[in-house]
């Protein structure tokens, strides 16, 4: 559990009464047997009023389960909703393997599908991390123009979305003119690709509600939203245009902290004047350091082959910096979100916790030295992590931080010290689907290769766990998912869950019953 739910009831002013009769309840926390009797659960005013067997409230619509599971409903512990809603209409270069590759297929998508007049094609989800060729404007600029086509502005935007690789018409429109490679990194590429989405604010409002619905389909009720943007006023004008598929936290950035502080709510409150209870206000998000495949999480170690002040990676935010921020957020009842990736960042950002008494998560922790898993726990900071980073970085990993994979993504050392973990995807950077996150957590590979340290597995329970924020029992938010097989079973293939049904405050956002 990430921290507290949001919005408890809310939401379920339209919700009807309801009795779900014949369900198998699964108890994320215990783990009761997969034989246990059917009960039955009933539902008023957006909660779980009763849960037993032979339940009877005359006048009460019944739904017969007929023996199917019923589990709390998933949250996402990180999403960047509006990024997410982009790269579900971009081209996805997740398959390229080198930079030429990449250029080709771009190249390609150009021809094939020719832009409107002022329109710039917008790719993401390359890996140069492994690549044996560099990107290039040119190489891009030479592809397209082999391809016969004119110059044509193209941003490529990585899977960690830490950097843009843009051709000379894309580094013109965006104001890099002459930059010497393309390839914008951290806080150069930061400063510019917000000016990569050209669409309208309705348009992406529209892709974001379909986005959500897609989400609800998969079981999730929730998510923590750290797009890098004014969320708090973003979500509340969904809300009021009528998105009613999740809840969501808003995460703030520094440059949006006044304006929270402002609203004198905590973390975990909801927003006032929003009909359904919906919003609540999420933590402060700072990036402290960059990303593994783009070689600068900050590390402890030298990356291999690197020399020079960024050898280790890029501290971007220090403690003189990172310390008072915290403080006047927490101060102001705010949680942290402190995205710490290497070893050293999460080092230093531990320590700000403990300095400012803080509380909150770190997002990602994907290199930790022991010590620093064992003192997370210790000071109640939340492992914010995404299981399907280790499947996509784990050949990154090997080469990057060789000698060290014993302690990255090390979610069961994590467990073992009771850290207490939040699963999510960092969507775009991997799909917004929790199954896909419980299923790398759980077996540490996909597609038929040799589980990467296996000895880093949670068990289904521990991942099931870090995927809710309630449980199925009277006085509990009515925020339920209703699957065909029991995600307890080892025989429950769990990137392919199909679910039957979601509901939200004792409404259903998906069903195919």
Sequence with gaps: MAGPVSGVGGGAASARPLLLRGVRVVDTLHGASPEDAPVDVLLRDGLVAAVGPRLVEPGVEVLDLDGRWLMPGLWDAHVHMDQWALARQRLDLAGATSAAHAATLIAARLRDRPLPEGAMLVAHGFRDGLWDDAPTADLLDRAIAAAGLPPSPVVAVSSDLHCGWL????????????????????????????????VTGDVLDRWVHDAARAAAARGVVGIVELEIADNISAWARRIREGSRSLRVE?????????????LGLASGDLLPGLDGGLLALGPLKVISDG????????CHDPYPGL?????????TVPPEELVPLMARAHGGGLSCAIHA????????????????????????????????????AALGVVASIQPEHAMDDRDVADRHWVGRTDRAFAYATLARTGARLALGSDAPVAPLDPWVAIDAAVHRTRGGRPAWHPEQRLDRLTALHGSVRTHVGAGQPADLVVLDTDPRDPATALRQMPVVATMLAGRWTHTTL
């Design 250 to 262: 808003a995460g703030v950035w520094p440059q949006h902290l006044d304006h929270a502080l402002a």
């Design 291 to 298: 990303s593994l495949n783009t070689r600068t999480a900050f």
């Design 341 to 376: 990736i290497g070893d050293h960042a999460n080092t230093l950002a531990l320590d700000a916790f403990e300095a400012t008494g803080a509380r909150g998560s770190i997002e990602h922790a994907q290199l930790l030295t022991v010590p620093d898993a064992e003192r997370m």
């Design 167 to 198: 051709s000379s018409p894309a580094l013109v429109r965006l104001g890099s003119t002459g930059h010497e490679t393309g390839l914008l990194r951290e806080a150069e590429w930061f400063a510019v690709a917000g000016g990569i989405d050209e």
């Design 307 to 315: 020399s020079g002040p960024h050898a280790h990676g890029m501290l």
